[in-house]
């Protein structure tokens, strides 16, 4: 996964300020619409390549930083919900409407289980900008070309 970034500002201990258009999902190739809106966000990143203010760059993410993320963010809220359920099952066989319960509860353990992914992100959220790097500096006549 590869972004180009424009640098806007230089900071101190050998960082800089680098905004980046978020990825679309839909690319904005279907008919219904006329793409769907990309807003922009800045990043701040050790300067690795001696950039400077104005300079485009080539961003890129440590693709197994990222898939540890995504299986953390979807898989705590379902691992939540089935562990629910089955436990549900195994301790109170004979409960009447157990199916209904347990999807209850599986739901309830699922919300809890968003909060805490919730948190976490929030409290670990600057570790998610070191999965990313520049890769290159770009010259402005390689970028529209």
């Not at 006329?34 to 690795?48: A, E, K, R």
């Not at 939540?80 to 319960?101: A, Q, W």
């Not at 805490?116 to 290159?136: L, R």
Request: hydrophobic share 45%; with cysteine; glycine share 6%.
């Amino acid at each position: 996964m590869e972004q180009i970034g424009y640098v806007t500002k230089l900071l101190d201990n050998n960082k800089c300020k680098i905004l980046v258009s978020r990825i679309s999902g839909c690319k904005g190739t279907c008919k219904t619409c006329s793409g769907c809106p990309t807003p922009s966000m800045y990043i701040v990143m050790d300067n690795l390549l001696d950039v400077s203010v104005g300079d485009y760059v080539k961003i890129g993410v440590d693709s197994k930083t990222v898939l540890k993320y995504s299986v953390f963010l979807y898989g705590l809220p379902i691992l939540f919900f089935v562990l629910s359920i089955l436990l549900l099952n195994i301790f109170f066989p004979n409960l009447k409407n157990i199916d209904l319960i347990g999807f209850s509860v599986g739901i309830l353990m699922m919300t809890i289980a968003f909060m805490i992914v919730k948190f976490i992100d929030k409290k670990y959220a600057h570790i998610s900008t070191k999965a990313m790097f520049m890769e290159q500096k770009i010259s402005k006549k390689d970028l529209y070309s």
